[in-house]
């Protein structure tokens, strides 16, 4: 079959058998009118409905010629039966149109079998007229089914383009917004080429620019070349069809010939005959009429116009291809003239021949109900009738049919996805529960089975005043809400649902809060009993869950710009958190929200216990003793042995990290660089040199912990650092009521003199002192009692030389 698409521009002259391009290409004068009815197994149908014709048919013809109509036509029906076989003389019919009874009653005839294409004649009575007619379809029968084929495929792009351009008309007093949708929707439908630069323009130039270069509006339509497309033989197609399907005579895309009409008019011209003239008629049906369109006005002297026009194509039917726009669609029954969209059959639209199309649904008791349906190319699909709905008598959900005729033939159309109004409750996506946050504005997705159904959301706050929502429900089941709180208070919203055709309100309360927390990671290792979460506005949470353990919030903490909340549970058996699950942490916030933080159970940390710790004196002796045995001096070594219990053995890798409680001074010790020894595979000795490791300045409880890669262990207490100072001698007066002098280096490390244990007599030292001579109670049994600011807590005996005076 050679490619059509839209012929609308169609000029031809068809000479000696042959259709041929004139100059013109608007069909725009009006010609007479044909009444035709098709008659098959008892039915008659106008015309306008009918798309194709079968053997057996039997054709009611009557030409309405106006009364004072001079010249007298003769009208000859034809059918064909393809290009290389001429009809035989019996498919020729000649009607005198001035015959009074054909004028009265009109004529029948009846498609014979064979027939595959059917013409029209109407030409001027002469000598002779009937026969030379006769004569030139059986010499040349290719062209005739060419043209039958190309004024069909022309009447039909026609259609499609008037339907285009009336609606756009129609539209002329709408806004800016409206034009667009609809046309857009037009274009759609009917399968119309859209020039959205149009768009642009202001709106008094829209509607022009809409619908300027007819020529190259109507798009190709498949079902339409089907429909037209009648069969033939031979080997191949006439000079007419090869050339209309090459691109130099526009070819393709849209009408063929277009572009090049000129050139072809001049290439059969030398087809003429003196006696007739073929001209194009399209017949545009209305009921039971063809309205014939003239792109060349007829002459009545030698060579005479013939006008040519076609009749549908003698063939099977071929069903329109009508598909869904959105499969997935669901639709409201209740909702006043529901929109099915749909498309790919543009005919559909622009034409009768699909009529009596209803909705074919199914209801409760295995019946089905057919509710009226029209095709409404403006709105993009079918318009469904549904005022005689009982919406008690069908299911809330229900798959809808459309059905109908095509011409004599009956079709089923696409299914659609419908739903019943029916009280229904609404929930919020798990995903939404929290989400609306008073100071600003909301977007919420309820889920529920009548979304298709709603009509009106009305959102009212605790005070009743109403709250301006807007809602879209772009999938099934689901209801987009979005909702302005930049002026509310926390607390309750109540929320009406109306339906189309419900009577009472769905009702549902939603619930709307300050900024929440947010949660960013939670972190956990196997066996642990604490955990931490990372986030901002941690102060809200109350309480997490995690596989059923219940985490209090133990400490919180700022690092940066972020929270970190450290929890602890009192859950005797943790044994059900293993290493690499995938587990969801539930917080729960102090206003009731329940926020949910996906998290993976980290392996178990690195775990050391402490054995056996030895404190090593510094090269220089000093006159203070330490007051307990956690305390390390600056200038010591601590030896400390440690058992591994996570892993079971001592890495290679592992390391023990040392530092002060605030972190400002830390060390880790390693077997690589030998300040670990390993004993065996289980325990290490770990040697601390805190002047070398840590630097003058480190002073104050030491802790430490076990680090493996990444993980690390808790911390542990160690020993307590601390400065001794230099102390010499004291010197004391004769008289006991005299305090003394003690003499030495770094006395600003003391924080106080006692004589006895108790510090019943004592002497504080001022901060930055930076003398070398300190008055001091006068001392018992040789011994002076000092705390140092390092450990304070800590009481040290000093045994010193005590000497006179010194004058």
Request: include cysteine.
């Amino acid at each position: 079959m050679v490619s059509r698409v839209p012929l609308l521009p169609l000029v031809f002259v068809l000479i000696s058998g042959v259709l041929l391009w004139a100059d013109t290409a608007a069909f725009d004068l009006a010609g007479p009118k044909i009444e035709v009815r098709v008659t098959r197994a008892g039915k008659t149908l106008p015309i306008s409905k009918v798309p194709n014709l079968q053997a057996g048919d039997r054709l009611w013809i009557h030409p309405d010629m106006p009364d004072a109509q001079s010249v007298r036509f003769l009208m000859i029906p034809v059918f064909l039966r393809g290009s290389t076989n001429p009809p035989p003389e019996s498919w020729f019919t000649k009607v005198e149109t001035w015959n009074k009874h054909v004028r009265e009653e009109g004529i029948v005839i009846t498609v014979p079998q064979g027939a595959q294409q059917a013409l029209i004649f109407l030409a001027p009575q002469t000598g002779g007229d009937f026969s030379t007619l006769r004569a030139t379809v059986q010499g040349k029968p290719g062209a005739f089914v060419r043209a039958s084929q190309d004024l069909n495929q022309a009447s039909l792009d026609r259609s499609r383009l008037d339907k285009y351009l009336n609606a756009v008309k129609e539209m002329s007093s709408s806004d800016a917004t409206v034009l667009h949708d609809r046309s857009v929707l037009l274009a759609r439908s009917l399968n119309i080429k859209l020039d959205n630069d149009c768009f642009y323009k202001p709106r008094q130039q829209q509607e022009s620019c809409l619908t300027q270069n007819t020529d190259h509006l109507v798009l190709d339509d498949g079902h339409s070349q089907s429909m037209v497309a009648a069969l033939t033989t031979g080997s191949g197609p006439d000079l007419v069809g090869q050339l209309s399907s090459t691109r130099l005579a526009g070819g393709g895309a849209y009408s063929p010939y277009v572009g090049a009409v000129v050139d072809l008019a001049k290439m059969m011209e030398s087809f003429h005959t003196p006696e007739y003239r073929y001209i194009p008629a399209l017949a545009l049906p209305h009921r039971d009429e063809l309205n014939l369109k003239l792109n060349n006005p007829p002459s009545f002297r030698k060579p005479m116009s013939v006008m040519v026009l076609g009749l549908p194509a003698v063939e099977a039917p071929q069903l329109p291809p009508l598909r869904a726009v959105d499969a997935n669609q669901v639709l409201c029954l209740e909702k006043s003239s529901p929109l099915l969209a749909a498309e790919g059959a543009p005919v559909v639209f622009s034409t009768d021949y699909a009529h009596d199309l209803v909705l074919h649904i199914p209801d409760k008791s295995g019946h089905a109900i057919d509710l009226p349906a029209t095709t409404d190319a403006a709105r993009g699909g079918f318009a469904i009738e549904t005022h005689s709905i009982s919406p008690e008598k069908l299911e809330r959900e229900v798959i809808g049919t459309i059905r109908g005729n095509w011409g004599f033939d009956s079709f089923e159309g696409p299914a659609f996805h419908l739903q019943n109004s029916h009280p229904a409750s609404w929930t919020i996506a798990s995903a939404d529960e929290s989400a609306l946050i008073v100071g600003r504005e909301n977007t919420i997705h309820l889920k529920s089975d009548a979304t298709a159904c709603v009509d009106s959301v009305t959102l009212k706050n605790e005070q009743g005043r109403p709250i301006k929502a807007t809602w879209s429900s772009a999938a099934a089941n689901d209801l987009e809400l979005k909702v302005p709180l930049k002026d509310e208070s926390p607390g309750k919203i109540r929320m009406l649902v109306q339906q189309y055709g419900a009577g009472k309100s769905d009702e549902a309360e939603l619930h709307s809060y300050a900024e929440a927390a947010r949660l960013d990671k939670f972190t956990i290792n196997a066996g642990d009993s604490q955990a931490a979460l990372v986030g901002t506005r941690l102060d809200q949470v109350a309480a997490m869950e995690l596989n059923g353990i219940h985490f209090a919030p133990a400490e919180l903490s700022r690092k940066d710009t972020k929270d970190e909340l450290r929890l602890s549970t009192d859950a005797k058996d943790i044994s059900t958190l293993h290493a690499g699950d995938k587990v969801t942490a539930r917080a729960n916030l102090k206003d009731g929200r329940v926020l949910n933080l996906e998290a993976i159970i980290n392996p178990p940390r690195p775990k050391v216990t402490l054995l056996n710790k030895s404190v090593q004196p510094g090269p220089s002796p000093s006159a203070i003793q330490r007051g307990n045995q956690d305390e390390l001096p600056q200038d010591g070594k601590l030896l400390f042995f440690l058992k591994t219990e996570i892993p079971d053995t001592f890495s290679r890798t592992q390391k023990i990290e040392v530092a002060t409680v605030d972190a400002s001074y830390d060390v880790s010790l390693s077997l690589e660089d030998g300040s670990l020894v390993a004993q065996d595979a289980h325990i290490v000795m770990a040697t601390l040199d805190p002047l070398k490791s840590l630097g003058p300045s480190a002073f104050g409880p030491l802790r430490f912990r076990a680090v493996d890669g990444n993980a690390t262990g808790d911390w542990q207490p160690l020993a307590t650092l601390v400065r001794f100072p230099a102390l010499k001698e004291v010197h004391c007066p004769e008289s006991p009521d005299k305090q003394c002098v003690l003499s030495g280096a770094n006395l600003f490390l003391i924080s106080s003199v006692a004589s006895d244990p108790e510090f019943k007599h004592s002497v504080p030292v001022p901060e930055g002192f930076a003398d070398s001579t300190l008055s001091v109670p006068r001392p018992e049994n040789s011994l002076l009692y000092v705390k140092l600011r390092d450990n304070p807590s800590s009481v040290n005996p000093a045994a010193l030389p005590i000497l006179p005076e010194q004058r």
